[in-house]
């Protein structure tokens, strides 16, 4: 089980602590640079635990008795007879390459015998360190048990300052210094993006070569600066800056996000389009205004369209109001 756990992750490809700097959020001003601690320095982490009933337990990954593996019990018995078993197997194993300890793993008096490898055994369990600062840290579990275990550690949380995966890292409310990277985590990241960066592109392409007003219309809905483009603006701007835009060289950095703000504009229906552009662009040019009542008003004619701009837009998309729709849009056309 041990060789088939070690054997496992090899096969994950290159695995690696690396430093999680998020720009947004201040660190002594060292995200400014891209780091996490200071040059020159590390900051060592120790395993987790907790103290349960007067007692020590280690994060470790391998307790059976650990809340996550126990709640198994009822929600799937043979998920969890199955976790058991895998982590008694591991342990044997460890106890009979560290300490030549043999016990059989469906020993009902298993963890009685277990001398090493306690999930409160604190010399082993402390003994588990791992040194951070701003370079990469390779792991090779394959080879180092310790590595190994280290992994596991991290993977259920017993390195608080180390999530899981890049994803954790941004998704937990609490700020991570590093994060577990697996390449193959990686590559399946990196192919998600390019598959919707080049999907946005096609679509770009397509946009500029058999419709480009509606490229217009969508360029001003995905740039937060939509004034810019006019009826006179040159095509080829147009396409540059959406090429960029979709690219992460927007005002947007992440390509994924880039991208499917494009894939959400363009898929829509030319009159959606050009409908939302309206509504925008007459805001910022105060043809619609908001006044103190909370609501979104067309003050030539004192007209209430709603109070956000979705009801705005499905009461201009109501055939019932197309002649206000039409003088809306002949006066934000009078600024294109």
């Known amino acids: 089980m041990l060789e088939d756990l070690k054997e496992k992750y090899s096969k994950l490809g290159s695995i690696a602590i690396r430093p999680y700097c998020d720009r947004t959020k201040p660190n002594m001003g060292l995200e400014e640079y891209g780091f996490v601690v200071f040059p020159g320095t590390h900051q060592e982490e120790e395993m987790a635990c907790i103290t349960y009933r007067g007692k020590l337990r280690y994060l ?57 490898f306690r999930p409160d055994n604190k010399d082993i369990w402390s003994s588990i360190k791992v040194k951070c600062n701003n370079d990469p840290i390779f792991l090779s579990p394959k080879t180092n048990t310790d590595h190994l275990l280290l992994i596991l550690s991290i993977e259920c949380g017993g390195f608080p300052l180390i999530g899981k995966s890049l994803e954790d890292c941004k998704a937990g409310s609490k700020q991570k210094k590093w994060y577990l990277d697996k390449q193959s985590d990686t590559v399946s990241v990196n192919v998600s993006i390019s598959k919707v960066k080049n999907k946005a592109l096609a679509m770009l392409d397509e946009l500029a070569e058999d419709n480009p007003r509606k490229l217009f219309y969508a360029a001003k809905l995905v740039d937060n600066n939509s004034m810019q ?94 002649d206000l729709l039409d003088q809306i849009h002949d006066s934000v056309e009078e600024t294109w």
Request: proline share 4%; glycine share 6%.
């Open 229 to 322: 483009y006019r009826n006179t603006t040159l095509q080829s701007v147009i396409y540059d800056n959406m090429d960029m835009f979709i690219t992460g060289q927007g005002v947007e950095p992440k390509i994924k996000t880039a991208a499917t703000r494009f894939l959400k504009f363009a898929n829509m229906s030319m009159q959606e389009l050009k409908i939302k552009a309206v509504i925008k662009d007459a805001l910022f040019y105060k043809i619609i205004i908001s006044k103190g009542d909370g609501m979104i008003h067309y003050p030539k004619g004192n007209i209430m369209l709603g109070k956000n701009v979705d009801e705005v837009y499905e009461k201009l998309n109501n055939p019932g109001h197309e």
């Open 60 to 116: 470790n990954g391998l307790d059976e008795y650990a809340p996550e593996v126990k709640s198994l019990k009822l929600e799937d018995p043979e998920a969890y007879e199955a976790r058991v078993k895998q982590i008694r197997t591991i342990i044997a194993e460890l106890e009979l390459e560290k300490t030549y300890n043999k016990i059989d793993p469906s020993d009902d008096d298993f963890w009685q015998k277990v001398q090493t």
